[in-house]
């Protein structure tokens, strides 16, 4: 895979530049009028406009097609969005209409929550909630729901860790004519590949661990149907128009060539950490799947080839977690993840603070919680910056 990451895609442009060209432009130019004609009649392809194509974005998509198709036989395809919200508005507006139903997990990413909850309804989308799409539930749900037309799953969830067995939620999925996309940002292709497991198709917020350097925001709809991604989803990002600058585009890609070393970095002082805080006696709760005390650790190992960068952590309440937010020097208190420096914040205040108290607490996330994205600074440090904060409790 790391081969892929750093030679997938790639332009080869014939000017022989080493590193692939930024195409900053709007428009591209015919020779003449009949390459317009032959490109019209389908006869030869072209870049005609932007928002249609652009390399950049070619390049990324095929790249990112690569790594969460890597090891299957089956063609897999992409498209490259202005945003993770993009990406994921596509793959449920490509999947459902009027009349449709989602069924969703209870813990999500804010703004997805956010977007099913109180937008879709606007279009008359309807969505119901299983609790970990626990596969009893969920075959009640969907036999009570016979309009469902998208499973949503969300492993690693945001910000909770709590994990979801893909391939059982696909099997039961499939049996009942629902398709099953799979937000796949925390886990990265390095870690988990949701294709493989079965699910139609998967979405990511480049913006995090694959550009992996804070510097653009970006999203991807990824799809084991070229159809989906040629004239569903993936056609959105042409007629809504959530279209990547080709500066992203190749930032990201620049970026998501390092990414199986990045991974690897992030994992295993993830694990340090983790381990650190576990056993620490003000911290209550230490969520991360690599955990053996983590209560779906199993599913985790059958389907990740490793637990990612994310933890989440129990502190009792607001006033306690703020005294340790404020007790950090190293670590930046910041939205967002995946960065190369560990990044902490508190979901109640801000990724998830336009839920109500009572619909945060019934999906596990508490005022007294803390989701930490841990970096590729040396471990010792991390845990130092950690450990003098908590002494500060």
């Excluded at 690693?156 to 099953?180: F, K």
């Excluded at 585009?249 to 805080?277: D, Q």
């Excluded at 005390?293 to 989440?312: K, N, V, W, Y």
Aim: charged fraction near 20%.
């Amino acid at each position: 895979m790391s081969t892929e990451a750093v030679h997938a895609g790639e332009m080869h442009d014939p000017s022989g530049s080493h590193i692939d060209p930024i195409h900053m432009t709007s428009t591209y130019v015919f020779e003449n009028a009949e390459a317009i004609r032959s490109w019209g009649a389908g006869e030869t392809e072209a870049h005609v406009y932007s928002r249609v194509g652009n390399p950049n974005r070619e390049s990324l998509a095929r790249k990112l097609a690569a790594l969460e198709g890597f090891g299957m036989e089956e063609s897999v395809a992409a498209e490259i969005f202005a945003s993770g919200m993009g990406a994921v508005s596509s793959s449920l507006l490509g999947l459902a209409g009027s009349g449709d139903h989602i069924v969703a997990q209870s813990v999500l990413y804010g703004t997805t929550d956010h977007l099913v909850r109180e937008v879709l309804p606007n279009y008359g989308i309807t969505t119901s909630r299983v609790p970990l799409l626990e596969p009893s539930l969920l075959e009640a749900e969907l036999a009570l729901n016979p309009n469902t037309k998208v499973v949503y799953v969300e492993t690693p969830a945001n910000p909770t860790m709590s994990v979801i067995d893909i391939a059982r939620t696909v099997e039961i999925a499939h049996s009942h004519g629902a398709s099953v996309v799979v937000d796949n940002t925390f886990a990265t292709p390095v870690l988990q590949r949701p294709l493989a497991l079965g699910a139609d198709v998967v979405v990511h917020s480049t913006t995090k661990f694959i550009n992996g350097h804070g510097t653009v925001i970006g999203g991807a709809l990824i799809s084991r149907d070229p159809d989906f991604i040629e004239n569903g989803g993936g056609a959105l990002v042409r007629y809504m128009g959530a279209v990547p600058s080709p500066l992203d585009c190749w930032l990201t890609g620049i970026g998501l060539k390092t990414l199986p070393l990045r991974m690897r970095e992030h994992c295993a002082n993830a694990r340090a950490l983790a381990e650190f805080l576990e056993s620490h006696q003000k911290v209550r709760t230490t969520y991360w799947p690599g955990l053996e005390s983590h209560p779906q650790h199993l599913i985790a190992s059958r389907q990740m080839d490793d637990f990612g960068a994310m933890i989440s952590i129990e502190l009792g309440d607001f006033e306690t977690a703020s005294r340790f937010m404020d007790g950090l020097s190293m670590s930046s208190l910041a939205v967002s993840l995946g960065n190369v420096d560990t990044l902490v914040q508190h979901p109640a205040s801000m990724t998830h603070r336009l839920m109500s108290p009572e619909d945060r607490y019934a999906v596990g996330i508490t005022d007294g919680m803390i989701r930490i994205s841990v970096g590729i600074e040396a471990s010792e440090d991390i845990i130092t910056d950690f450990d003098r904060a908590l002494a500060g409790l």
